[in-house]
Nanobody
């Protein structure tokens, strides 16, 4: 059983910063790409950023320069540093990872439970 557990959400004022963490646990053989998605009220879930096991990153264009993804492969953890937050960044943020479980022949996609980020004064 593989799980992704997120932490670090909350309420922040415009212009503020937050750091999200997502730790993978369970019977894991290998973790491939990890990433973050978000879903605002009334909108579809969208990709925020992703990072491969080798450290190659990909960002949604509007978020480049404000958000930074990183990962600690030894801890099976991915981080999202969010700076200069805006009210339009308000959403539920989901961790995502492609993981091959122990004994599995192929990778599967896993999701975290989601963490609410509210940017408001």
């Amino acid at each position: 059983q593989v799980q992704l557990v997120e932490s670090g959400g909350g309420l922040v004022q415009p212009g503020g910063s937050l750091r999200l963490s997502c730790a993978a646990s369970g019977s894991i053989f290998r973790i491939y790409t990890m990433g973050w998605y978000r879903q605002a009220p009334g909108k579809q879930r969208e990709l925020v950023t992703s990072i491969t096991s080798g450290g190659t990153t990909n960002y949604a264009d509007p978020l480049k320069g404000r958000f930074t993804i990183s990962r600690d492969n030894a801890r099976n953890t991915v981080y999202l540093q969010m700076n200069s937050l805006k009210p339009e960044d308000t959403a539920v943020y989901y961790c995502n990872a492609e993981i091959q479980g122990s004994g599995a022949w192929s990778r599967s996609t896993y999701w975290g439970q989601g963490t609410q980020i509210t940017v408001s004064s």
